[in-house]
Structure formats: structure tokens, C-alpha cells
């Protein structure tokens, strides 16, 4: 028995020999790992650089030393790619074979075109009025509608309580007081549109944008007629083919642009709808929203001096709703109540609009520039409504140890309304553009002439009738209008609203503009001054103004790369159509521009945290405003009183930082704090209806260590109240805005990571996202219905919008 154990002892013994050697041999020749350091140029290392193997899958990211490590297995040859932002990527292919560890070293050099590019713009960006935003981040961004509307939202001075809808307020401004430019043409947002569900799509197309720019005041005299903003969109130039396409739960699109020859080309179709977001809501119903539209920019240089280009676009919205049922519950843990809404009838509202611009550019040299441009806008809207509802006012059981908590406990009041509407509205504007700039030493001369010529038909039929307390008492004759003078001499079938009328408006307007942007180069600092005049003249009301402007700015050559500024400028907004007509439909021709006086000083700081660049911006500001038109905003729809006129203010200061808070990727965070009020002439001042105190917003992104290709990206904003303006209105403010959206995306495919399914490799960039839109599934509040009970109490129940919802997006790119 010994003899047997001894003889598997020396057997194994001579098993564990002779194989140990194989098997490590094995092992060796089917583990290895590359390892190595990554630098720039100076030999210094680079820390959280990307080191990306071909698979698409396998990587890391360096350390602080610039190390990284990667082990393998069943690899003899690998492409090894090294990326960072503002540096060229680097790839290397090695050979595996033979080796259980292998040194690979990577130099990165910094992008020199991209960087000198963005250097450049930088500079004369920084001594305007102006910041640049970068237009991938719209792609980015989790949002309703992932546009150009909400990236402006998230910058600082910029406020917005509805996530449904692309128009925004600056500094205390409304939605009319910014002005919009695509490729120097001014672009028009609808007329008839009263809710963010019915207003579609926004006109710019970020999938075609190539740079934004945007100010918040103390802009340029070449820019416009406006009191507040300006956002100036320059549409790609493309120089090889590129087709790109994306669809998710609430959009559609496809794009495509090229060069043949002398000839560039950029199209894009979008598609969109809300259905799926508004069967959330607390109205219930069938919901049909339908928004396309397409675009397209063509260019063609005849030779080096003379281009021709046309950009067109075709917008079809289409809204249409048929209500059933609507629960609401408001109040709070002591008084909490419900409104319950039966309803039977229909909404069609149509906004179609196109826009056809033609330039021409001549550029006899390099210093020199001129184009002439002849565009044609034309809006035709349509809203038709005619919509019963029988409703229900509530108080809920509140007590917390009863079997029938948050269930009607008591019926405080019933009532109906009939709301009706047949509103047409037609415009067609035409503009002739002529413009130059010449560049003398260092002197910029820029100058402008534009002529405007509007033509308007508008027709307005509404009324409402509201049969509750308070309203329609006694009971009336059954046919609106109808009297009986033997039996009720003096009774009349009273409207709680009504408004009819018909108008024609025919317009001319002319403006030019002359400014000059003067460099002075010293040798502590160099200075930028930035001087123009505007004016302009308008025949409706026989109104020939003056529009001087200013930007000073100054960047000392110190340690620091600091630079300071100054604009102010007296600008005066034309009165529009919309301003002139008041609620019963009457147009007020007489009334003059309102005005705004700006005085913006700022701070522009490049620097460094944590290694990283950043830019951190301040402004602060007054504006003085004059000849104001009062006006009320219930939810995207603004009212103007141009019977009577106020003077105001508005001040405060906008703070943003930009930057790596996250190695490798931008983020940025934005507040603004601010007061606007307004004023009968000798009366108390009191809030405008954009008097938001504070404005807080997020956009964070983030990605996971080792595995750069899935990212997070999230859009945070908060917004104190901002005042009701309905004038019976018994609540002073709205409830604070809060929202939060979320977004994962997987880089399926890139430049730097290829996926196993081959196929997908065919494309330029694959990505998938999951979003979820209002994370904390908060309920803001956009308006309020106003209903009276029995006891004459009115209750302002809230109009909420959107719920937490998922998204999921596909795009590709070829």
C-alpha cells in the first residue's frame, strides 16, 4: 500500500514538471499587458487622456503621472488610439507575439488648427457683447425638444418656466424683445399660438448650425430693433458629403450636405410630435400634434470674388386636440381640493409658414466684403376651437388616519363654459438688405441699409362664456345677444370675454446702420472699441429714431488672462403688430417705440482649476425702459395694453462658469439675480411679468473611468416664481420652476471606437441614448384656471406641465 501512494506521489510529481512549464508558457502567450505613459510636447504628463483599443470596448484612461495600463488576452496585434481634448489623437499598432508586457509611449500634439481657430474667434468674440456656444451641446442636451431654444435656456441672464416651448425672456425682457438671425436673415416666431403644445417646431435646425452666438445686451448697432436680445446662427459650409439621421419617441430627423464643384449644399427635414408627452397630462383627450419642416442652404462661387446662395424653409404645424376629461388636485395639506372638468368639443389650429432669402456676396479682396440679400416671409395661422366643459369643484377628505383621505369629501361649487374661437391671421414681409465691411489697419468699418415692407390681415372672433357663481345670474334667454325688453328691459346675455374685430395693416420700413470695431494694440494691454450708429424710420406711426452704441473693452497683458468690458447703447423696438393691437382687437397705430437704455459691465477670465482651462464670465447690468406697453403672459401667449404706457428697470448680474469639471469634457453652470419693475407715470412701481429673482442652471457632463464612450449628460435649471398677471388675480406669483433631465448615451461607434458588429462600422458615428425627462417628476405650473364656488371664493387651479417621461434616441451619422 505504500509502494501504491509512493508511486502517484511520483507520478503527479512528475505531471506537476513537466506541464507546469507548458501551461505557463500557454498562459504567457495568451496574457499580456501593454502599459505606458502619455505627454504633450513639453514632455509633461497628461492626465485622464482616453487609451482606446480598436475593439471599441477595451480601454482606460492615464493617471496623474500620464500611466495607464490595458491587459490582454488572445490579442497578437492591436491598434492602440490616444485622445484628449485640444490635442490630435494619436494611434499606434503593435505587435503582441511572444511578450507578456509591452511598453507603448504617446506624445500628443495640440491641435494647432483647431486650436489657433478657436483662439482667433475667442479674441474677437471676447471684445463684443457677444459668447460663443458651442452648437453640439443642442444634440447633447437632455430636453423636450433638444434645439437650439433649450441650450439658450441654460445660459446665464436667459429665463424660461416651460419646457414645452422654445421662446425665452432676457433680463427681464419678454419673448418679443429678442431677435433671431440665421446666416444675417431675421427669422419670425408665430402669431396665433397661445400654449408651448401648439407652437412645434423652433425655425433654427441645429443639425445644420456651425456656430451660435449669442448676447444678452449692449449689442451692436448692427444688430436690429430690439430691447434685449440677439441670437446670430451661422448654418454649416460643407465641404465633403455627410448624411446624418436621428429618430426617437418624440422626433424624426434626416440630414444631408455636400460639395460638387464650386457648388455646397445643406438640407435637413425634422418631424415632431407631442402625443406622447401630453397623454401625461392632467387634460385627457386624443391628442394629434403634427410638426415638419424642411430646410435647405445652396451656395454656388462663381470664383473667388462672387457667391451666390439661397436658403429656404417650409414649416407645416398642425394642432389638434378633442378633450374628455380633466382632474386636477391643489391646495395643501389643510386645504386640499380637486377640479374635476367634463368636456366635449374640438380644437384645429394650422401654422404654416415659409421663408425664401437670396444673397449675393462680393469679395474684391480680402479686406473687403458686400452682399445684397432679398428675402420673403410669409405666416398663414388658423385657430379653431369650440370646446363645452362641465366642471366640479372639490374639497378633499384631509385627514390622514381616515379610510377616505385625498377622496371628495365635501362639493364646493359646479359650473360650465362654452369657449369659441375662429382666428385667422396672414402676413407676408419683404426685406432688401445691403451691407459691406472693410477692414482699414485696424480699424473693422462695417455699414448697412434695409428696407422692410410688411403687409398684415388679421381676423379675431373669441368669446367665452362662463355659466358658475359669480358669473351668469340670472339664468338668460337661450340665444347669445337676445333681449326681452316687456319682461327684462334692462337685461342683456353677457360674455365673460369677447373680442371681434377685422384689420389690414400695410407698412414701411427703413434703417441703416454704420459702426466701427478699432483695435489698439499697447504694451500693458491692448484695447478694443466697438462704436455705431443706428437708425431707422417708420411710416405707421411717422417715427425717425437714433440708436447710438458702444463696447469698450480692455485686456491687460498681465499674469492673468483677464479681459474687461463696458457697452451701453440706446436702443429703440419698433412697435409690431402684436404690440399695437389690444384685447378687444383695436389696433393703436399712434403709439411711439419703446425704449431701453443698457449699462453692462462684464469680466471675461480664461484660467486654470485643477490643471484644467476654464472661463469664468460676469456681468452686471441696468437697463432703464421707457414707453413701455403693459402687457399679461398666460403661458406662451403675451397681451398688450398699448392704451397706456410705463417706465421701468430692470438690474442684476449674470455669473457663468465653463469648463472641465469632468476631465476631457465641458460643463457649465449659470446664475443670474435680478429685478425688473415698472411703473404708471407718477404711480408705485410694480412687478413686470418677467421679474424673476433668481435663475440657477446645470449642464453637467460625465463619463465612466476606462469607458469613455458612455457618458451622462444632465440639464438642471431652477427658477424662483414669476408673477401672475392676470389682473384679478388673488395669487401674487407662480410657484418656483424646478426641472431635471437626464441623459445616457453609448458611442456605438466614432473615429476612435469601432464596434463588433461590422456593419455599424460603415457609419461615421453611431450613438444611443436613454433620457428621462423631469427626473423628479415634479409638477410646475404654466397658468391657472380661474373658477369661482358657491360662496364666491375664486380658486386659481394650476395648469400643469409636462410629468417624468423616458426617451430613447437613436442617430447616425455616415
Known amino acids: 500500500m505504500m509502494n501504491g501512494l509512493k508511486n502517484k506521489i511520483i507520478r503527479r510529481l512528475f505531471l506537476f514538471i513537466v506541464f507546469t512549464p507548458l501551461l505557463c508558457s500557454f498562459a504567457k502567450a495568451q496574457t499580456c499587458v501593454v502599459f505606458g505613459t502619455v505627454n504633450d510636447e513639453n514632455n509633461q504628463p497628461l492626465e485622464f487622456v482616453n487609451v482606446v483599443l480598436d475593439d471599441g470596448i477595451s480601454g482606460t484612461t492615464t493617471d496623474a503621472t500620464g500611466y495607464y495600463t490595458i491587459p490582454l488576452k488572445g490579442k497578437k496585434h492591436v491598434t492602440i488610439t490616444a485622445s484628449y481634448m485640444g490635442y490630435k489623437d494619436e494611434v499606434k499598432t503593435v505587435s503582441l507575439e511572444n511578450i507578456d508586457r509591452k511598453r507603448v509611449d504617446f506624445v500628443l500634439l495640440p491641435s494647432s488648427t483647431d486650436l489657433?481657430?478657436?483662439?482667433?474667434?475667442?479674441n474677437l468674440v471676447r471684445s463684443t457683447s457677444f459668447s460663443r456656444i458651442d452648437p453640439k451641446a443642442a444634440q447633447l442636451l437632455p430636453s423636450v425638444s433638444n434645439d437650439i431654444g433649450a441650450l439658450i435656456k441654460t445660459l446665464p441672464g436667459v429665463a424660461s418656466s416651460n419646457e414645452l416651448s422654445s421662446q425665452y425672456s432676457v433680463r427681464g425682457g419678454n419673448f418679443d424683445e429678442n431677435i433671431v438671425y440665421v446666416n444675417g436673415i431675421e427669422v419670425f416666431r408665430p402669431f396665433l399660438t397661445r400654449s408651448g403644445q401648439q407652437e412645434g417646431l423652433s425655425f433654427v435646425n441645429s443639425d445644420l448650425v456651425s456656430s451660435i452666438s449669442f448676447s444678452a445686451g449692449g449689442f451692436e448697432a448692427r444688430y436690429g430693433d430690439k430691447m434685449s436680445s440677439v441670437l446670430d446662427i451661422t448654418y454649416k459650409k460643407p465641404t465633403e458629403f455627410h448624411a446624418s439621421a436621428s429618430l426617437s419617441l418624440l422626433s424624426a430627423s434626416a440630414n444631408v450636405e455636400g460639395k460638387a464643384g464650386n457648388f455646397t449644399y445643406l438640407a435637413g427635414f425634422r418631424q415632431k410630435t407631442?402625443?406622447?408627452?401630453?397623454?401625461?397630462?392632467?387634460?385627457?383627450?386624443?391628442?394629434?400634434?403634427?410638426?415638419?419642416?424642411?430646410?435647405?442652404?445652396?451656395?454656388?462661387?462663381?470664383?473667388?470674388?462672387?457667391?451666390l446662395s439661397l436658403l429656404a424653409n417650409y414649416s407645416r404645424n398642425l394642432y389638434r386636440f378633442v378633450p374628455e376629461t380633466r382632474e386636477t388636485k391643489y391646495g395643501g395639506l389643510m386645504e386640499a381640493y380637486s377640479l374635476t372638468v367634463?368636456?366635449?368639443?374640438?380644437?384645429?389650429?394650422?401654422?404654416?409658414s415659409g421663408l425664401g432669402a437670396l444673397s449675393l456676396n462680393y469679395k474684391p479682396n480680402d479686406k473687403t466684403n458686400i452682399s445684397i440679400t432679398a428675402?420673403?416671409?410669409?405666416?398663414?395661422?388658423?385657430?379653431?376651437?369650440?370646446?363645452?366643459?362641465?366642471?366640479?369643484?372639490?374639497l378633499l377628505e384631509n385627514n390622514i388616519g381616515s379610510d377616505n383621505v385625498g377622496n371628495v369629501a365635501e362639493r364646493m361649487g359646479e359650473g360650465a363654459y362654452l369657449s369659441h374661437a375662429r382666428n385667422k391671421y396672414t402676413s407676408n414681409i419683404y426685406i432688401a438688405d445691403l451691407k459691406g465691411s472693410s477692414q482699414v489697419e485696424n480699424h473693422n468699418i462695417?455699414?448697412?441699409?434695409?428696407?422692410?415692407?410688411?403687409?398684415i390681415f388679421d381676423v379675431l372672433n373669441r368669446w367665452e362664456y362662463n355659466d358658475s357663481a359669480g358669473f351668469s345670474v340670472p339664468t338668460t334667454p337661450d340665444s347669445i345677444g337676445y333681449t326681452v325688453p316687456e319682461l327684462q328691459p334692462d337685461f342683456t346675455f353677457e360674455l365673460y370675454s369677447q373680442a371681434k374685430a377685422t384689420n389690414y395693416l400695410q407698412s414701411n420700413k427703413m434703417s441703416a446702420y454704420l459702426q466701427d470695431s478699432w483695435?489698439?494694440?499697447?504694451?500693458?494691454?491692448?484695447?478694443?472699441?466697438?462704436?455705431?450708429?443706428?437708425?431707422?424710420?417708420?411710416?405707421?406711426?411717422n417715427e425717425l429714431t437714433f440708436s447710438p452704441r458702444l463696447t469698450f473693452s480692455v485686456n491687460p497683458k498681465w499674469k492673468y488672462d483677464m479681459l474687461f468690458k463696458f457697452s451701453t447703447g440706446y436702443y429703440n423696438q419698433t412697435p409690431s403688430y402684436r404690440e399695437m393691437r389690444d384685447e378687444n382687437g383695436i389696433l393703436h397705430t399712434d403709439i411711439k417705440s419703446q425704449i431701453s437704455i443698457h449699462f453692462v459691465a462684464a469680466l471675461d477670465w480664461n484660467l486654470y482649476i485643477w490643471n484644467r482651462p476654464f472661463k469664468f464670465i460676469a456681468e452686471t447690468y441696468y437697463k432703464y425702459l421707457d414707453n413701455l406697453i403693459p402687457y399679461t403672459?398666460?403661458?406662451?401667449?403675451?397681451?398688450?395694453?398699448?392704451?397706456?404706457?410705463?417706465?421701468?428697470?430692470?438690474?442684476?448680474?449674470?455669473?457663468?462658469?465653463?469648463?472641465e469639471l469632468v476631465r476631457g469634457v465641458d460643463s457649465w453652470i449659470s446664475l443670474s439675480i435680478m429685478k425688473t419693475e415698472e411703473r404708471y407715470k407718477g404711480g408705485e412701481y410694480f412687478p413686470r411679468p418677467t421679474d424673476q429673482l433668481v435663475n440657477f442652471s446645470i449642464f453637467l457632463q460625465d463619463y465612466i473611468p476606462n469607458y469613455p464612450q458612455f457618458k451622462m449628460q444632465l440639464n438642471l435649471t431652477i427658477g424662483s416664481g414669476l408673477p401672475v398677471t392676470t389682473m384679478t388675480s388673488p395669487v401674487k406669483r407662480y410657484p418656483m420652476y424646478r426641472r431635471v433631465d437626464i441623459g445616457f448615451s453609448w458611442q456605438v461607434v466614432s473615429d476612435v471606437v469601432k464596434s463588433k458588429w461590422n456593419f455599424l462600422n460603415n457609419f461615421q458615428d453611431v450613438a444611443l441614448t436613454f433620457e428621462i425627462l423631469n427626473l423628479l417628476d415634479i409638477q410646475n405650473t404654466i397658468s391657472y384656471t380661474w373658477v369661482t364656488d358657491v360662496s364666491g371664493i375664486k380658486h386659481g387651479v394650476p395648469n400643469y406641465l409636462t410629468r417624468i417621461m423616458p426617451n430613447f434616441k437613436l442617430s447616425v451619422k455616415y
Open 446 to 455: 462695417q455699414w448697412g441699409l434695409q428696407y422692410r415692407f410688411d403687409d
Open 274 to 307: 407631442n402625443t406622447y408627452l401630453l397623454g401625461g397630462m392632467d387634460t385627457k383627450g386624443t391628442y394629434k400634434p403634427s410638426f415638419s419642416d424642411f430646410q435647405s442652404l445652396l451656395s454656388y462661387s462663381f470664383n473667388k470674388k462672387w457667391e
Open 342 to 352: 367634463y368636456m366635449d368639443g374640438f380644437e384645429d389650429d394650422i401654422f404654416n
Open 633 to 659: 403672459i398666460d403661458n406662451v401667449m403675451i397681451q398688450y395694453y398699448p392704451q397706456q404706457t410705463t417706465q421701468g428697470y430692470a438690474a442684476g448680474i449674470d455669473m457663468k462658469l465653463t469648463g
Open 375 to 394: 428675402s420673403a416671409y410669409q405666416s398663414i395661422e388658423q385657430e379653431n376651437y369650440d370646446i363645452l366643459g362641465q366642471y366640479y369643484i372639490s
Open 519 to 541: 483695435l489698439i494694440e499697447g504694451d500693458n494691454a491692448d484695447f478694443y472699441i466697438i462704436y455705431g450708429l443706428r437708425s431707422s424710420y417708420y411710416d405707421v406711426n
Open 116 to 122: 489657433s481657430t478657436v483662439v482667433i474667434e475667442d
